[in-house]
């Protein structure tokens, strides 16, 4: 089945700065990749997503770039305010009816004033 | 507009106890549905999803099970609660044609 990485971990910046957060998924089957962003007590939300015949996918701050070839995909988010904070989670979704996704493990972004 | 509902928010149960989370989806109609549960940390782990009424699929054996009585409605329930069952869970949806999942607010369980 598909796996998917994410990295790193935990991910502090100054606000104002730029993050980024990696993922590499295993299934060259994988066409889907949305991000999530998940607030303290709260269901994950939607951010943004790309599809496997678009490289990159920019929205405001947000954007997410793909690499077909080496199977990674990756999230940036530019100026970075104190109310990125939280959890981020990558995933990606092999075809199927189901639209089963496989998530990272998550990233903690803290977002330093 | 979509919209999916999960209660309750919160909720403590003795070890032994009964569940049943209730998860329920508007505006749509034949929509997977799915349900994760969330342990201590950040990962997501895929329990059950259903691709249309009766029909259920477990990712993982567990004290847990599912049933979707309704087309839109989708219920977690175990007979007996264990300690290991606390953890965050939450429902999501998604449509057969379309991409992505939509997630509940989720439900905080603590067995104790």
């Known amino acids: 089945g598909e796996n998917v990485e994410q990295h790193p971990s935990t991910l502090s910046v100054q606000e104002g700065d730029s993050a980024v957060i990696k993922c590499t998924y295993s299934?060259?089957?994988?066409?889907?990749f949305p991000w999530y962003k998940q607030e303290l007590g709260k269901g994950p939300q939607l951010i943004i997503d790309?599809?496997?015949?678009?490289g990159e996918k920019k929205d405001q701050r947000i954007a997410v770039t793909l690499n077909k070839t080496a199977k990674h995909f990756s999230l940036h988010i530019t100026e970075t305010q104190p109310e990125d904070s939280a959890v981020y989670f990558c995933a990606a979704s092999i075809t199927g009816s189901a639209r089963q996704l496989t998530f990272g493990s998550g990233t903690q972004l803290t977002v330093l004033p | 507009s979509q919209t999916i509902h999960q209660w309750p928010a919160t909720l403590v149960q003795p070890v032994g106890s009964p569940l049943s989370l209730e998860c329920t989806v508007e505006?749509?109609?034949?929509?997977?549905l799915y349900w994760y549960r969330q342990a201590a940390g950040r990962g997501l782990q895929l329990l059950f999803y259903?691709?249309?009424?009766?029909?259920i699929s477990s990712e993982v054996p567990q004290n847990l099970s599912a049933s979707r009585p309704q087309d839109r409605q989708f219920i977690l329930s175990s007979k007996k609660l264990l300690l290991s069952d606390s953890g965050f869970y939450l429902c999501a949806w998604s449509a057969t044609t379309g991409f992505g999942y939509t997630f509940g607010s989720g439900t905080r369980l603590t067995v104790v």
């Open positions: 259903s691709v249309g009424i009766g029909q």
């Open positions: 505006g749509t109609s034949n929509p997977n």
């Open positions: 299934d060259s089957a994988s066409n889907y």
């Open positions: 790309i599809r496997s015949n678009v």
